[in-house]
């Protein structure tokens, strides 16, 4: 059905890639280290760091001040449930499994990671989700999120 719409409103079939998030970083040496040593990254001499299916290219700023994580959305009550928005800048939002969540928190705090929120479990919309959030070194807000429906 959505691809006949597609046709119907001329809209391209030409398939896009995975997306790569460029980060700006203050210390590109010393991020490389925290996102391999700390978040289980692999780094390659271009500045990726990748896990899984999750790609970052770390760059180096010219300046600190360019380094800009996001801040707080507005809140808008046009979501498809009661949910308004995040409380707090996501500058990356990675799906996980339930109990990887929990798992991975793990690794990343007896690595030296630097944990933004513990994770924490809510709902809306018939959904029940666990999120966490870790930061780098430059205070970008990385959340990690499972959801599955509520029984």
């Known amino acids: 059905m959505s691809e006949q719409l597609n046709e119907e409103k001329g809209i391209s079939k030409v398939k896009l890639g995975k997306p790569i998030q460029v980060r700006l970083v203050s210390d590109l040496q010393k991020s490389q280290v925290y996102y391999r040593d700390c978040l289980g990254f692999t ?32 809140k808008r009550t046009s979501y498809p449930t009661d949910w308004e928005g995040p409380e707090y800048g996501w500058d990356s939002f990675i799906h996980i499994g339930w109990e990887e969540l929990d798992e991975y928190m793990e690794e990343v705090r007896s690595s030296g990671g630097l944990i933004g929120l513990e994770p924490f479990i809510g709902e809306h919309g018939g959904w029940e989700f666990k999120n966490a959030h870790i930061h780098d070194l430059d205070g970008y807000n990385i959340v990690l999120g499972a959801m599955r429906q509520k029984v």
């Open 43 to 74: 780094i390659d001499d271009w500045g990726h760091a990748e896990r899984d299916e999750v790609c970052f290219i770390l760059q180096q700023a010219v300046s600190s001040k360019d380094v800009k994580p996001n801040v707080v959305s507005a």
